[in-house]
């Protein structure tokens, strides 16, 4: 399957910006989906997961009351709604997918991988 992101761009701080990831090539809904991020100079971390039907999510600490997560299986799509964006929400973001129904927080559980979107928030 491939993935497409998009939706980044400059915000400031306690703005709110929503990222798009189009997939093809796949049977979508079959596919667990993930959010992660990389920030400079840091490795890669998680930032939310849906489940294949889109009834399970769960999300990093950080961004757990201002980011959801969600899915559109009939548009071969899914999203990431941030919110209260903060300076070190700053990061390239990536979707990704794994083959299988369950969500997975870590990286190494996804199978396949977008480009990555870069959002920055400024103060």
């Known amino acids: 399957v491939q993935l497409q992101a998009c939706g980044g761009g400059l915000v400031q701080a306690g703005g709110s910006l929503r990222l798009s990831c189009a997939a093809s090539?796949?049977?979508?809904?079959?596919?667990?989906l993930g959010w992660f991020r990389q920030a400079p100079g840091k490795e890669r971390e998680f930032v939310a997961t849906i489940n294949s039907s889109g009834g399970l999510t769960a999300y990093a600490d950080s961004v757990k009351g201002r980011f959801a997560i969600s899915r559109d299986n009939a548009k071969n799509m899914v999203y990431l709604q941030m919110s209260s964006l903060k300076l070190e929400d700053t990061a390239v973001y990536y979707c990704?997918?794994?083959?299988?129904?369950?969500?997975?927080?870590?990286?190494?559980?996804?199978?396949?991988w977008g480009q990555g979107t870069l959002v920055t928030v400024s103060s």
């Open positions: 990704a997918a794994r083959t299988g129904p369950g969500y997975r927080a870590y990286a190494s559980a996804y199978d396949y």
């Open positions: 090539g796949g049977t979508f809904s079959r596919y667990a």
